[in-house]
């Protein structure tokens, strides 16, 4: 799906909602074609490299569009990265008008001793008008949305990492009154915290800085930690693969929470870039 204009409300495309954020607003006319009623959509973007006007994508190859762009030149082909869908708003006839994706600007931190990634640095220097290529849903309830628990969940476990604080985010505004959730979001800075507003009943924990750091932090923390009781909790939990994996032997193996009642997402791995995980498959 190509977004030939993007076109932000207020006259302003990118707005941070913390330091190591960056939101960037996309909108156009074949948005009308994204549709979606998840919390946590998945969708894929393709962004150019410094200099070129557009992402090098060889849509007009139809079906073979994806093996034509995997046999470009690297250094020419458009940088493919997957995110999650922040927020959505659509038009009066109910198709989708914009959509908000949230950014993490690792690596642009003065002295952060980690290189800057191709999307980080793109969305940092982001302007109105900027063209990408993004590929989504056609159907509304699609295999990307991950967040589902199941009718009778009584309380909500929610842990994501800074990775995962925009899909985190949206799925706490988005609880309904009387749900019960125990929600635990990682951040570098203070500055990163966020001011969520919530129908639910829901306690929302921020780790910051060195109580982030590591996955032995983070098990030890959610280990401490009390939760109310409950007979069929649903547990939603990304970031960093191994973390995750972790933290879900934690609640499978050690809170004796069903595995079938626990969500958990990868959305990055330590060492390796996203083209590194497509090729290990």
């Known amino acids: 799906m190509r977004v030939p204009d993007p076109a932000p409300p207020a006259g302003s495309k990118r707005h941070p909602p913390s330091p190591s954020l960056t939101r960037v607003t996309f909108a156009g006319p074949d948005l009308r074609a994204f549709r979606s009623d998840g919390l946590d959509q998945s969708l894929s973007l393709f962004l150019p490299h410094p200099g070129q006007a557009e992402p090098a994508v060889p849509v007009e190859l139809g079906e073979g569009w994806w093996q034509g762009w995997r046999e470009l030149p690297e250094d020419v082909r458009a ?11 659509r038009d009066t006839d109910g198709h989708t008008a914009e959509i908000d994706v949230d950014f993490v600007l690792h690596g642009l931190e003065p002295d952060s001793g980690i290189q800057a990634g191709p999307a980080a640095r793109w969305a940092a220097d982001a302007a109105p008008g900027d063209r990408v290529l993004l590929l989504g849903p056609a159907v509304a309830d699609n295999r990307a949305i991950r967040f589902r628990p199941p009718e009778d969940t009584d309380l909500v476990v929610i842990w994501g990492d800074e990775t995962a604080v925009p899909a ?4 706490v505004e988005a609880l309904p009154a009387g749900t019960r959730a125990r929600v ?16 639910a009943d829901a306690e929302i924990t921020w780790l910051v ?26 547990v939603w939990i990304a970031g960093e693969s191994g973390c995750v ?8 193996g050690e809170r ?8 958990f997402v990868g959305y990055w791995r330590r060492g390796l870039t996203e083209e590194q995980l ?3 498959g």
């Not at 590591?214 to 649903?234: D, F, I, K, N, S």
């Open 79 to 89: 940088v493919m990265r997957s995110y999650t869908l922040r927020s959505l708003r």
């Open 168 to 171: 985190a985010c949206a799925i």
């Open 184 to 199: 635990w979001l990682q951040v570098p800075h203070a500055e990163d915290v966020q001011d969520l507003r919530t129908a």
């Open 209 to 234: 800085g060195d109580a982030a750091d590591g996955p032995e932090a983070t098990l030890a923390t959610l280990r401490a930690a009390q939760l109310p009781p409950a007979e069929h909790p649903y």
């Open 245 to 252: 994996k972790r933290l879900r032997r934690h609640f499978v």
């Open 256 to 263: 004796g929470v069903d595995r079938r009642r626990v969500t």
């Open 278 to 280: 497509r090729e290990q």
